[in-house]
């Protein structure tokens, strides 16, 4: 342990050496505990995934197009990466989540 602090890997060390019926009381313990409030508002449950950043590969997975389509959308300047890193893209979740109404509203109509 460090200065007192436990790592995850010294409390998963501790959970495998206790007894079973330990281990139900921890985890009955900590949902009891760590979800008391059950009326969490969006922003607490999803408020720093807007700031995530995606790859090309990730983006085109949550758009749900093949990665040669996102490309042709990048290149058409119809989304732009929120930085580059040598030749990786990087993109906002926030960006992506703006494109992908636009594309649905493109299909409705």
Do not use: C, W
Not at 18 to 41: H, I, Q, W, Y
Not at 69 to 96: C, E, M, S, W
Request: glycine residues 6%; charged residues 30%; hydrophobic residues 45%.
């Amino acid at each position: 342990m460090n200065s007192g602090i436990a790592t995850a890997e010294d409390l998963f060390a501790a959970m495998k050496e206790m007894p079973p019926t330990e281990r139900v009381r921890f985890f009955t313990l900590l949902g009891e505990t760590a979800f008391e409030k059950d009326n969490f508002s969006h922003g607490e449950v999803f408020g720093d995934v807007l700031s995530a950043e995606f790859t090309v590969e990730e983006a085109a997975e949550y758009l749900e197009v093949s990665v040669s389509t996102f490309r042709r959308y990048v290149q058409g300047k119809k989304i732009f990466p929120a930085h580059v890193v040598g030749r990786n893209q990087f993109f906002l979740a926030a960006d992506l989540k703006s494109f992908k109404k636009s594309l649905r509203a493109v299909k409705r109509h």
